[in-house]
C-alpha cells in the first residue's frame, strides 16, 4: 500500500475513532425537524419533544423520542388503555436498539434489534454524524418517506452529565 493510501487510511481511522469516543453517553433531544424536498419544514414530534438516546463503549445504543405535548392516558395501566389512546402514543413515539458503528468521519450506522416500528428490525439506520460546539446533530441526509412527503430530517441533542 502507497504510503499516501496509508496515511489516508489511519487518518479516517483517527477521524472515526474520534467521533465514536465523542458520541459515547447519554444525549437529550433538543429539537427534532425534517424538511421535505420543497422546502417545507415540520416538527414530526411537535414543538417540544422529549428524548434520551445513549451510545454504549461496548458499542450499543438506544434511541427513545416521544411527543411532549400528549395527555396522560385515562388509565392507570397501559394494558387498561383505550386502544385510540394507545394508537395515538404509538403514533408520538420513536423507539429503538442495538449496536452502533462509526463507518465514516461523518456517519454512523445504528444496526437495530429491537424498535416499536417493527419493520426496522433487522436493518440499519444511517446516521450523519455533526458536533455544533455542545450539541450532536444526527442527520437523515437521503431523502426518505416521512411523514407524508421525502423529507430529511434533523435531530439535535445535548450531552447529559
Given amino acids: 500500500m502507497p504510503l499516501t493510501d ?3 487510511t489511519e487518518n479516517t481511522r483517527t477521524a ?3 467521533v465514536r469516543e465523542r458520541l459515547l453517553g447519554a444525549w437529550r433531544l433538543v429539537s427534532y425537524t425534517a424538511a421535505s424536498t420543497e422546502g417545507e419544514v415540520i416538527s414530526p ?3 417540544a419533544p ?3 438516546i445513549v451510545y454504549t463503549p461496548q458499542g450499543y445504543m438506544s434511541a427513545q423520542l416521544g411527543r411532549g405535548d400528549l395527555p396522560p392516558l385515562r388509565s392507570a395501566r ?3 388503555a383505550a386502544d385510540d389512546e394507545l394508537a395515538r402514543t404509538a403514533a408520538g413515539y ?3 436498539g442495538g449496536s452502533f458503528e462509526v463507518v465514516g468521519p461523518t ?3 445504528h444496526h437495530v434489534t429491537t424498535s416499536l416500528f417493527p419493520n426496522w428490525t433487522g436493518r440499519s439506520q444511517v446516521r450523519q454524524v455533526s458536533f455544533d460546539g455542545p450539541l450532536l446533530v444526527l442527520r437523515v441526509a437521503t431523502p426518505t418517506r416521512l411523514w407524508g412527503a421525502d423529507r430529511t430530517a434533523d435531530l439535535t441533542w445535548s450531552r447529559l452529565p
Avoid: K, N
Wanted: hydrophobic share 30%.
Fill in 45 to 47: 414530534l411537535g414543538p
Fill in 107 to 109: 456517519t454512523v450506522e
Fill in 16 to 18: 472515526r475513532d474520534r
Fill in 78 to 80: 397501559l394494558e387498561d
Fill in 50 to 52: 422529549h428524548g434520551l
Fill in 94 to 96: 420513536v423507539a429503538y
Fill in 6 to 8: 496509508r496515511t489516508e
